[in-house]
C-alpha cells in the first residue's frame, strides 16, 4: 500500500480509534475515578436510553417534527438568501445603503428572538420554522453576494463584447461562479437550521428533540439526555450528508469537491 492509499484509510481507522478512546476514557472516568453516573451516565446506560428511544414510536414522532421545521427553516433561508444575495450582490449602492441595517441585525443574538416569535406565532411549529430560517438566512445571503461579486470581470467583458445576451451570460458565467459560494453557505446554514429549530423547541415548545431535552433535564434523566443529544448528532450528520451530497451531484467539476477526492 503506496502513501496515497494509505491517507485514503487513514479517516477509516483514526475515527474508530479516537471513538474507543473515547468511549474508554469515559467508562474509566465513571468506574475508576468515581464520577457520579448522576452526572456522568456509563456509555453502557446511554446505549441502552438510545434503544429505548428508538423502540419507542413517539421518538420518531419528535424527529419528524425536528426534521420539518429544520427543512422548512432550511429551504426558506436558501430561497430568501438567494434572492436578497443576487440582488445585493449586483446592487453595490443598495449593500451600502442597508449594511448598517444587516450588521445590527446580524450582530443580535438570534437567540434573543424566540420570545418574540413566541408571541407572534405561538409554540406551535411556526415559530421554530422561522427561527430556524433566521439563522441559515445570513451564511446563505453572505455567501451568495460574494459569489456574485466573484464573477471574473473580464470575463464577463468578454461575454459582452461576444454580444451575449444577459441570460446566456447568467447560465454561462455567472451561475457557475456563484454555485461553489451556494454550497459553502448551504453546509454551514443546514447546521445554522438544526440549532434554530431546537433552541426554538427548547425555549417554546411542545414537541421535538430540543423538547425532550427540556422533559429530560426535568426528569434529571441524564443517560435520556445523552441519547437526545445523539440523536440530535445523527441528524444533522445526515442533513450536512445530504447537502455535500447534493454539491458533489450540481458541481463535479469544483476544486472543493475534486480535492476531496484526490488521493
Given amino acids: 500500500m503506496d502513501r496515497d492509499e494509505r491517507a485514503n484509510w487513514l479517516p477509516w481507522v483514526s475515527t474508530p480509534i479516537v471513538l474507543l478512546l473515547v468511549l474508554a476514557a469515559w467508562t474509566l472516568a465513571v468506574s475508576v475515578f468515581g ?8 456509555p453502557a446506560a446511554v446505549t441502552e436510553a438510545v434503544l429505548r428511544m428508538l423502540a419507542d414510536a413517539s421518538t420518531w414522532g419528535h424527529v419528524v417534527i425536528t426534521l420539518t421545521e429544520v427543512a422548512l427553516g432550511f429551504l426558506a433561508a436558501l430561497v430568501f438568501g438567494l434572492v436578497v444575495g443576487v440582488v445585493l450582490g449586483r446592487a453595490e449602492w443598495l449593500e451600502r445603503a442597508l449594511r448598517p ?133 445523527v441528524l444533522g450528520c445526515l442533513l450536512y450528508l445530504v447537502v455535500n451530497g447534493a454539491k458533489r451531484f450540481v458541481i463535479p467539476w469544483h476544486e472543493s469537491v475534486l480535492a476531496a477526492d484526490r488521493p
Fill in 35 to 42: 464520577v457520579s453516573e448522576f452526572i456522568l451516565p456509563t
Fill in 101 to 233: 441595517v444587516l450588521v445590527a441585525v446580524q450582530v443580535v443574538p438570534k437567540v434573543a428572538f424566540i420570545p418574540l416569535f413566541v408571541i407572534w406565532f405561538g409554540f406551535g411549529v411556526t415559530s421554530k420554522i422561522i427561527m430556524a430560517a433566521t439563522l441559515a438566512f445570513f451564511p446563505i445571503m453572505l455567501n451568495v453576494m460574494l459569489g456574485v461579486r466573484s464573477v471574473d470581470r473580464g470575463h464577463r467583458d468578454v461575454m459582452l463584447g461576444l454580444g451575449a445576451r444577459r441570460w446566456p451570460t447568467f447560465r454561462d458565467l455567472e451561475l457557475p461562479s456563484t454555485l461553489p459560494y451556494v454550497f459553502a453557505g448551504m453546509e454551514v446554514a443546514i447546521v445554522f437550521s438544526v440549532i434554530g429549530a431546537v433552541v426554538g423547541e427548547f425555549l417554546g415548545g411542545s414537541e421535538g428533540l430540543g423538547y425532550l431535552v427540556v422533559v429530560s433535564l426535568n426528569a434529571l434523566d441524564a443517560p435520556q439526555l445523552f441519547a437526545v443529544i445523539f440523536l440530535l448528532a
